[in-house]
């Protein structure tokens, strides 16, 4: 709060941006009560869920409408987020390629 009033004093000229509100006169409150870590809660999170998000929408949802797309999309991302089912998710194995004789002379070669 004493930072708050301070930019108030200092750049009352000055719109204070919702952003910088929101730090300085709720950051505290939003810290104390988070059930998340602080870090889980940045926009990191977010982008890493991108390219799930694509993929969900792209193949495991309806197209005729946002509203349906939504539908499907969010219990699917719910469901995707959760620690313990995912922990049953299978992970592509690399398998081993095998080569024909004459392909691993010229790669010996």
Not at 19 to 44: F, N, R, Y
Not at 80 to 108: A, C, G, Q, T, W
Request: aromatic content about 10%; hydrophobic content about 35%.
């Amino acid at each position: 709060m004493d930072t708050a009033k301070l930019y108030v004093e200092l750049y009352g000229w000055y719109y204070m941006p919702i952003t910088v509100h929101k730090v300085l006169i709720h950051g505290s409150k939003m810290v104390s009560e988070a059930i998340l870590p602080i870090g889980m809660l940045s926009e990191e999170a977010q982008e890493a869920m991108n390219k799930e998000y694509r993929n969900c929408r792209l193949f495991h949802s309806r197209k005729n409408s946002r509203i349906s797309t939504n539908e499907d999309v969010m219990p699917y991302l719910q469901i995707s987020s959760d620690p313990y089912i995912n922990s049953f998710r299978m992970r592509n194995k690399l398998k081993k390629l095998e080569y024909h004789d004459d392909v691993k002379k010229l790669l010996i070669e």
